[in-house]
């Protein structure tokens, strides 16, 4: 250890050179001196206020009835920590004693909090069963059934030990299934973690997938104490187990442990046997159930039958025989036919009676009248059609027709007038637009024998004949033979 603070020599005596040292350097020492002499401790004490800062780290206060101390877990030892510090919970602290000169304190760096007795972790688990209950996780409402008879289980356990194999045995035993092992810790630090990623890996599964989503979770532990079983009554195993969308058996511990997992599970086993148990039915029975029920409906049926046909005798006998129904109806067919010859010939009689009264009364001179009536009328009517009318609504359509004639001769006029004078301006600028003027300008063209414009001599071959356009006309040039 440095000399640093040790007590003056008698010989000292104020005035004389004394080192001077930086604060800096005085901030070191103290924090060497803390770390070199205490090491790693282990500190017993109630959590007082806790912090999580934005950054993730956690701080807080351990105190007891005198003192406090200041401690830092930083976010990448939380991962690390059995149990999250919680205001009010006793705990055991391990870690290294340091200090921080920018203010000149001290404080705990804890990479390891594990709580101090049963009784306080009593206390924690039902200040969370009081937190978790006040938010509904606990209402029977939001539980799911349990499907009748899974094809894919999933269960969360510890591959090597005991209870997979209790509850595979079990399951081949009742009704065998498919299983779906998502091995994870069952206890220590790292228990809770893997516990809510596996419930949540589940869930995230595609049915009908290459790894199919399972239609049960079992979440399987054997017994042990309070301390081995916390990792399933720490809060985000609780919250992964109330948000799952698959029905979810909780079978931790014997019959008589309770974790937190136990209160949000839509079902809970006292065992992992018991929870293979509440996850199929047995075959064998199943396959008797079936079999009671078919012939119990094959007795239905035939008791159903029977009951018909003895209900369709009993109305058979009540009804009577077809030759009576008939006896009457036959002997009012009887009666109308006897009548039928007399009602004929007394009808013809009527008719004729009838016939002879209307021939009576149609006389010639009362035909006469009839038909000088009909004339009559025929000639009023004749009267009163005249064709005044119908002539002076023929005069008014004709001025019509000769005034709409008379503006569609006006509108078309115009319009070739329109059109010519477009004609002519188009024309005026072609004119001006034309090479042809340019000629009467004393211009010409030139062209080759293709009729090409040649507008250079040297892109023109001496023995290729030309042709050139004056305003008048075109003159055609030869070559000239050379000595």
Not at 56 to 71: E, N, P
Not at 389 to 416: F, N
Request: aromatic fraction near 4%.
């Amino acid at each position: 250890m440095s000399d640093l603070f040790d007590d003056p020599t008698p010989t000292d005596a104020p005035g004389q050179n004394t080192p001077e040292f930086t604060v800096s350097e005085i901030s070191g020492e103290v924090k060497r001196t803390l770390e070199g002499s205490f090491g790693r401790i282990r500190v017993k004490g109630e959590v007082g206020r806790v912090f999580t800062a934005r950054s993730g780290h956690i701080y807080y206060d351990i105190k007891d009835d005198r003192s406090v101390l200041a401690c830092t877990t930083w976010k990448g030892q939380i991962a690390g920590l059995s149990v999250v510090p919680e205001e009010g919970l006793e705990v055991v602290v391990t870690g290294r004693l340091t200090a921080f000169g920018g203010q000149s304190k001290y404080n705990m760096n804890v990479d390891e909090v594990s709580v101090a007795g049963q009784g306080a972790l009593m206390a924690l688990l039902e200040k969370r069963k009081k937190q978790l209950a006040a938010e509904g996780l606990f209402d029977d409402s939001r539980k799911q059934a349990l499907p009748y008879l899974p094809r894919f289980i999933g269960v969360v356990t510890s591959p090597s030990g005991a209870v997979i194999r209790d509850i595979l045995h079990r399951l081949r035993d009742r009704f065998p299934r498919k299983v779906l092992v998502w091995p994870v810790a069952v206890q220590g630090k790292n228990c809770a973690q893997e516990v809510a990623h596996a419930i949540q890996g589940f869930n995230q599964m595609t049915p009908g997938g290459a790894l199919p989503r399972p239609d049960l979770i079992i979440v399987a532990r054997g017994g042990g104490s309070i301390e081995d079983l916390w990792g399933f009554n720490e809060e985000i195993v609780a919250r992964a187990a109330a948000a799952s969308q698959i029905p979810l058996i909780s079978a931790v511990g014997h019959e008589t442990d309770t974790t937190l997992i136990d209160f949000v599970s839509d079902r809970r086993a006292p065992t992992p046997t018991a929870a293979a148990e509440l996850a199929v039915p047995v075959r064998l029975e199943l396959a008797a159930w079936i079999n009671d029920q078919g012939a119990r409906a094959v007795r239905a049926a035939g008791q159903a039958v029977q009951h018909r046909q003895q209900r369709l005798s009993d109305l058979s006998r009540a009804m009577p025989r077809p030759e009576r129904l008939l006896e009457t109806p036959r002997q009012r067919l009887d009666q109308v036919a006897d009548r039928l010859p007399n009602a004929l010939t007394a009808g013809v009689q009527r008719h004729r009676l009838h016939l002879s009264e209307i021939s009576a009364s149609l006389r010639p001179a009362t035909l006469r009248q009839l038909v000088d009536r009909r004339h009559d009328a025929l000639r009023n009517l004749s009267a009163r059609l005249t064709l005044r009318p119908i002539q002076q609504e023929v005069i008014r359509k004709q001025d019509q027709l000769q005034q709409l004639g008379q503006r569609l001769t006006l509108a078309h006029s115009a319009r070739v007038a329109r059109q010519r004078q477009g004609l002519d301006a188009a024309s005026r600028q072609l004119e001006i637009l034309s090479y042809k003027a340019t000629l009467a300008r004393g211009y010409a063209v030139v062209r080759n024998a293709d009729g090409v414009v040649t507008t250079r001599a040297q892109a023109q071959a001496s023995d290729s004949a030309l042709r050139v356009e004056f305003t008048d006309g075109e003159l055609a040039l030869m070559p000239t033979a050379k000595g």
